[in-house]
């Protein structure tokens, strides 16, 4: 064990990457803004690897402004666009009241409900969904503790790969792989979430699983409506793309020729969701009845260009760690070391997870790393299991800490300490990891 440390110590790349990255904890710990302890990181990186003060700013800045960051902003603004041009008409509420007469069972409409309002991602959206969850409980007095448990579990089934979320894109990003590849892979644990969650129940008033009175006629239709700004932007996104390599691929672009075009990689992967948001925002405001220059008015504040701040300076960390090949580097050190990239690879994102809490954290953090230790390392080929399960610890870690905002905001209007919520939660997330690492090893048998 002395002999370990002493190598850890003395290893460059790894003491230099793990330096910044706790450094970045420590500051987000002192509730230094994310995207400054970024930036702080991404510089005292730089000059642990030896860079100039020029070399770190013209690196910084080649992340920030490329193609992909642009895109990713760019997303993230009219995501949050949405997302207000939906509460405020009033057409978020409108949809909870549809679907709890449509589900008509309690107990599946407080799970369900959480879910329906997480297809659209929204900072604190928690606080949106519980009072439908008190609401489906009605006057059985159940526990609060457990009330917001489901609310705060069920509120982020969708985080693994619905594309809307920051953190789902980032990923893709950082892998490096297509967009529908990742959904594939990642859509299992939607369901992992689901069953796990079910251990909150145990022991719910035997009222909520009574079915109620059938829905008045006309609820499917209405409800579909209703959510068709939410399902709109898949659809488009979907005819996008494959209108995109309709018609690159007879003009002789293959997969790698496109990555290997920084501009023309972002606009396929990225212009597809960009055109469906932009579509999903002009038919809300005319389904909404929106009046002139209100979309104007949602897009001239400045507080949702704060999140596309926060990408841009993860790009930048990103752009930094690849400049100074510290994945490269750590893998080296681990393997003369003879410690498990299996280790690294559930321990960084989980922590991550815990310190940030936001899914967009974790993954700007840890995964440039993670992906640059497991696809330069001789041993360890199969890149594509090892993410799967970086993502699924570091959501683990997100779910878990009491940082992340949708714990905090769905425990107050409920009224409730944190330990009758962790006396549900850590149950269900302990399930939910027996289950990623069963998937990560049937990926693995697989040779992924």
């Not at 504040?301 to 990408?311: D, P, T």
Request: charged share 10%; net charge positive.
């Amino acid at each position: 064990m002395e002999e370990f440390f002493r190598q850890l110590v003395s290893a460059d790349a790894l003491g230099a990457t793990i330096g910044s990255f706790c450094l970045i904890l420590v500051l987000v710990r002192f509730k230094i803004p994310l995207a400054a302890a970024v930036l702080v990181g991404a510089a005292v990186l730089g000059v642990l690897f030896g860079m100039g003060p020029v070399d770190i700013g013209a690196a910084g800045l080649r992340g920030m402004f490329s193609p992909n960051s642009l895109g990713l902003g760019a997303i993230t603004v009219l995501l949050l666009g949405l997302s207000q041009t939906m509460r405020g008409a009033g057409q978020l509420t409108e949809i909870v009241k549809l679907a709890k007469s449509l589900l008509r069972r309690p107990a599946i409409a407080m799970a369900s409900l959480p879910a329906l309002v997480g297809l659209l991602p929204m900072a604190g959206g928690a606080l949106f969904s519980a009072p439908m969850v008190e609401s489906a409980a009605g006057d059985t007095n159940e526990d609060r503790g457990r009330l917001s448990a489901i609310n705060y579990w069920y509120r982020h089934i969708w985080e693994h790969c619905w594309p809307l979320y920051p953190g789902v894109l980032l990923a893709v990003e950082s892998a490096r792989w297509s967009m529908g590849a990742y959904i594939l892979l990642q859509a299992p644990f939607c369901i992992f979430m689901v069953v796990s969650g079910l251990v909150i129940f145990r022991g719910v008033h035997p009222d909520l699983h009574v079915r109620g009175a059938s829905p008045p006629p006309g609820t499917k239709r209405q409800l579909l409506k209703n959510t068709s700004s939410i399902w709109i932007v898949p659809l488009v996104w979907t005819a996008g793309t494959l209108l995109a390599w309709a018609i690159l691929a007879p003009l002789g672009f293959s997969r790698a020729d496109v990555r290997n075009i920084a501009w023309l990689s972002a606009l396929v992967k990225y212009g597809p969701l960009i055109v469906g948001l932009i579509f999903s925002l002009l038919w809300t405001a005319r389904l909404n009845r929106m009046e002139q220059g209100g979309l104007r008015k949602i897009f001239s504040n400045f507080s949702i260009y704060k999140l596309m701040g926060l990408v841009m300076c993860i790009m930048a960390f990103q752009r930094l760690l690849k400049e100074t090949n510290a994945g490269a580097e750590m893998g080296v050190e681990l393997q003369a070391m003879h410690v498990g990239v299996i280790l690294v690879i559930i321990a960084l994102p989980f922590i991550s997870g815990m310190v940030t809490g936001v899914a967009f954290g974790f993954v700007g953090i840890s995964f440039p790393i993670i992906y640059a230790m497991v696809t330069t390392s001789p041993d360890e080929p199969m890149a594509g299991s090892y993410i799967i399960l970086a993502y699924a610890c570091g959501h683990l870690g997100m779910m878990l800490t009491p940082m992340h905002v949708c714990h905090v905001v769905s425990n107050k209007y409920f009224e409730t300490p944190f330990a009758p919520v962790y006396k549900r939660t850590v149950p269900a997330a302990c399930i939910m990891g027996a289950l990623a690492t069963a998937y990560f090893l049937v990926l693995r048998m697989f040779g992924m």
